[in-house]
């Protein structure tokens, strides 16, 4: 018998107490899923230069749209994106979810509601940066319907430079 999971709900994050709980969530998930991938002193350097309080609230002001994805009451992820209508595209910024959440098709519903925000809004894309070492992700974009636009260089502060695979999916 398929288990069964009731539909996530997406909650804008806009408020600082909603921000302090995102840095906290945000600090667990990349703590447990980069662990193996970054050893300890990159990885706080990393959270710190791409999820620290200072830099989401930077990124809302600039026009990043985080949420909270909820579901049975409970956050499990969030994620954060873009419009860029001179660009014609809906930027990805992140996807995380909770690692005893993540397999339950979660991902894809985020996907499905940022391709409605897209094209209601006229884009024809949604483009995103990933680690180029981060396998996981990369096959889960590609089973999702995007492809490798190739590799770009990524400062993400602190010291930090990265190559990730710039990817896209028209929509």
Not at 93 to 100: A, G, L
Request: avoid cysteine.
């Amino acid at each position: 018998m398929a288990l069964s999971y009731s539909e996530p709900m997406f909650t804008s994050i806009e408020t600082k107490s909603d921000i302090t709980h995102l840095v906290v969530m945000a600090r667990e998930i990349w703590s447990e899923y980069f662990s193996s991938i970054f050893d300890s002193e990159i990885l706080l350097k990393l959270i710190e230069g791409a999820q620290s309080r200072s830099v989401i609230s930077s990124q809302i002001k600039d026009g990043y749209q985080y949420f909270f994805i909820i579901r049975d009451g409970e956050k499990i992820g969030y994620f954060a994106y873009k419009l860029d209508h001179t660009k014609d595209e809906l930027f990805l910024s992140k996807i995380y979810i909770y690692s005893n959440h993540r397999g339950e098709g979660v991902g894809r519903k985020v996907l499905s509601h940022l391709e409605r925000i897209g094209h209601n809004s006229g884009i024809s894309k949604i483009v995103l940066t990933v680690y180029h070492g981060n396998k996981g992700s990369i096959r889960a974009y590609e089973h999702w319907g995007f492809s490798s636009l190739g590799l770009i260089k990524r400062d993400f502060g602190n010291g930090l430079e990265f190559e990730d695979i710039k990817m896209e999916k028209l929509i």
